[in-house]
């Protein structure tokens, strides 16, 4: 290649990059519960338009195969727990209660695994129900996990993090456009979104949070780390799937019996209640 041609070629290159770097800097925010500062390429509203979509494909060949809230009275169990549980959420992130809040269960009982999506739609496979042998307030445990991914703005955070390591992402910074529409099979990325493992701040956010809500929702606290010491005999026999998107470090017990004993007083608070609920379906 001629030398002009070369130097041309650095020289855009180099425009490029900084025009990457330019974008990046000016895509954080605030995580909405916590203040941490997010990588946001993806706007929340984006990422929750988008997991509409995918959360209908991925429950349609479930729902085709009479799958879906197929027990009754495991689905009044589930909407019983979620209910109390988003109300706190809301209570959080007061805009939320425009959600569409709702939860699917799927009827999988080789499956440990349960997940929310941007906009608090969420699935719990009866899987990690039944092996688990869990009781109310370990349900509430998950649910509240969950739903604190939902709150924290992970799915967003989790597409962003994917966009920026794409090699795409030169060009997307050359238009010198953040237009949410210009990310080509959004609800593709919004189910891949779900199945990348969550970073340890993000669990660790969600663990504070999740614990924090079932604790005011009137759930004890305690049952975060009975629900991991189950989780745990789980994994020594097979690889739970929630496993492989919920990573699960030695400590992760006993940081959350810590909490519990910080949680303790809201959980008794909420025992004299009466208990808010919240709409989910």
Not at 40 to 65: G, H, K, T
Request: glycine share 4%; proline share 5%.
């Amino acid at each position: 290649m001629h030398t002009r041609s070369r130097r041309l070629l650095s020289f855009g290159l180099a425009l490029v990059t900084l025009a990457a770097v330019a974008m990046l800097l000016n895509a954080c925010a605030s995580n909405p519960v916590t203040g941490r500062s997010q990588l946001m390429l993806v706007s929340e509203s984006a990422a929750i338009s988008a997991s509409r979509q995918a959360y209908a494909e991925m429950l349609a060949p479930a729902r085709e195969e009479g799958r879906i809230d197929s027990d009754p009275r495991t689905k009044r169990r589930v909407l019983a727990i979620s209910e109390r549980v988003v109300a706190q959420a809301v209570r959080y992130r007061p805009e939320t209660a425009d959600w569409d809040w709702q939860i699917a269960v799927i009827d999988a009982p080789d499956t440990i695994n349960a997940f929310a999506m941007a906009g608090g739609q969420m699935a719990i496979y009866t899987g990690i129900i039944d092996q688990l042998d869990l009781t109310d307030d370990e349900l509430a445990q998950i649910i509240g996990h969950e739903i604190a991914h939902a709150l924290s703005s992970h799915s967003a955070e989790k597409m962003s993090v994917a966009l920026a390591s794409n090699l795409a992402l030169a060009t997307y910074a050359a238009t010198g456009t953040r237009s949410d529409v210009a990310l080509t099979g959004a609800a593709l990325a919004a189910m891949v979104a779900i199945q990348l493992p969550n970073s340890r701040q993000m669990e660790a956010e969600a663990d504070r949070i999740g614990i924090e809500l079932a604790a005011r929702a009137g759930y004890r606290p305690e049952a975060a780390a009975s629900l991991w010491a189950k989780m745990a005999d789980q994994a020594g026999s097979r690889h739970p799937v929630f496993l492989s998107t919920h990573p699960a470090p030695q400590s992760r017990q006993r940081d959350l019996a810590a909490l519990a004993s910080q949680m303790q007083p809201l959980y008794q608070q909420a025992r004299r209640g009466p208990l808010p609920t919240h709409p989910v379906r």
